[in-house]
């Protein structure tokens, strides 16, 4: 499910065509993502980040077990 709320700490984002991260950290406005096996890094567009399941729904379907 994306939404169109801007990303949380915690939310499951896609960034730069269809790739998915975590958002890890907000500083002075500035979603910090994590993927998979990569280092945390700021994202260079955050108006384009399309938060594709949050938080609530990563708890929800188990992602923290």
Do not use: C
Request: net charge positive; hydrophobic share 30%.
């Amino acid at each position: 499910m994306t939404t169109d709320r801007l990303p949380q700490v915690g939310d499951e984002v896609e960034y730069d065509h269809s790739r998915l991260a975590i958002v890890t950290d907000i500083r002075k406005g500035i979603p910090y993502l994590r993927a998979g096996g990569r280092k945390e890094w700021p994202a260079p567009n955050p108006g384009a980040l399309r938060v594709s399941r949050t938080r609530a729904q990563r708890i929800a379907d188990g992602d923290f077990r």
